[in-house]
Each structure stands twice: as structure tokens, then as C-alpha cells.
């Protein structure tokens, strides 16, 4: 599906007009036969620009390099994250709209893939959002 960019707006203090008539493949953004969706529930990545109530869409990759947002089954339950590495652990941290960006100061998930069931199903290849009745979201 095609949608034209008619330009660009600020999400701050205004910005003069700019015309444009870009036509953007929406559907070839997201799409393959390893991209799947899945609805968010939580804040905990609304840093990341991923809010309650967005769809992720998730590239298959089980095997990402440290600092890619991944979705992550940890002992059967998923999780889309910040992914790291620690020693042997896997860390997957939270990025929050309040958090800091130092890691240490972030909320995080430590996982010893020895004794706990941890995959990484993909990676977070962009979300979209659909604004509720209310004029929320």
C-alpha cells in the first residue's frame, strides 16, 4: 500500500511547510514471510517510540548483536527489549521515556539462559499505532 508524505511536521515547536509528494510503500516496510506482528502491553519501551497498544513488527533472528531491540520469550512469556550481553547472561533492558540512557541506570531483565528457558525470536523492525476513539494512543 502506497501513502504520500505531503511533507514534514515538528513534534515541537512548529516548522515552516515543506511540499512534497514522496509515496511510501508501507507495506513493503514491514513485510516478508519472516516479519510478524504482535500487539505491546506496557510503557516499558515507550522511549523506543513504542507505546501501549502499538503492533511491533519482528524480523525472525535468534541471534542478534548487542544493542538491537528484540522480542524474547523468557520462560514461555514475551518480552520486546533492549538486548545485551553480561558474562553469560542476557540482559534485556528496558527503554523507558524516563530512563536514563546509561544501562546501569535502567530497568533490566537478567536471564542465566543455563537455568531459565530464554529465546530471541527476532528483531524490532518498526511499530504503528492506531489512534483510539478517544483521540488517545
Known amino acids: 500500500a502506497l501513502v ?39 510503557t516499558s519501551m515507550a522511549g523506543a517510540g513504542v507505546m501501549d497498544g502499538s503492533y511491533v513488527f519482528v524480523r525472525e533472528h535468534p541471534d542478534p548483536p548487542p544493542g538491537e531491540t528484540v522480542l524474547a520469550a523468557v520462560g514461555g512469556a514475551l518480552t520486546l527489549k533492549e538486548y545485551g550481553r553480561r558474562g553469560g547472561e542476557i540482559m534485556l533492558y528496558a527503554v523507558g521515556s524516563g530512563d536514563d540512557s546509561r544501562k546501569a541506570k535502567r530497568s533490566f531483565i537478567r536471564v542465566d539462559p543455563a537455568s531459565t528457558d530464554v529465546r530471541i525470536l527476532g528483531v524490532y523492525v518498526g511499530s504503528m499505532r492506531k489512534r483510539s476513539k478517544k483521540g488517545k494512543g
Open 4 to 42: 504520500t508524505v505531503r511533507g514534514r511536521a515538528a513534534a515541537g515547536p512548529p516548522l515552516e511547510g515543506e511540499d512534497g509528494d514522496e509515496r511510501v510503500d508501507v507495506a513493503g516496510l514491514w513485510s516478508g514471510d519472516d516479519v510478524v506482528a504482535y500487539e505491546v502491553r506496557g
